[in-house]
C-alpha cells in the first residue's frame, strides 16, 4: 500500500487561507459604510404610570393587626 504523500499540503492549506483572506477583504471592501452618522435628536418623554399619580402605602404582613 503506498504511502499518502504530505509534502505539497503545506503550501496547499497556506494558498487556501491566504486566498480566503484576499476574498473576504474583497467582499468586505465593496460594502459602502456611512461616512459621518448624525447623531439623532432624541427627547425625553415622561410616562406617567397610574401609580404615581395616586399616594399608595404599602402595608407588611407584620404591621397589619393579628386576627385570632
Known amino acids: 500500500m503506498p504511502q499518502l504523500d504530505t509534502s505539497t ?3 496547499t ?8 483572506f484576499f ?3 474583497l467582499k ?3 460594502h459602502s459604510y456611512p461616512s459621518n452618522p448624525s447623531p439623532k ?11 404615581e399619580e395616586k399616594w399608595t ?3 407588611l404582613p407584620l404591621s397589619l393587626p393579628l386576627h385570632s
Open 57 to 59: 402605602k404599602i402595608y
Open 9 to 11: 499540503w503545506l503550501i
Open 41 to 51: 435628536d432624541m427627547k425625553l418623554i415622561e410616562y406617567k404610570t397610574p401609580w
Open 13 to 20: 492549506i497556506l494558498s487556501m487561507i491566504l486566498t480566503l
Open 28 to 30: 468586505i471592501s465593496n
Open 23 to 25: 476574498l473576504f477583504q
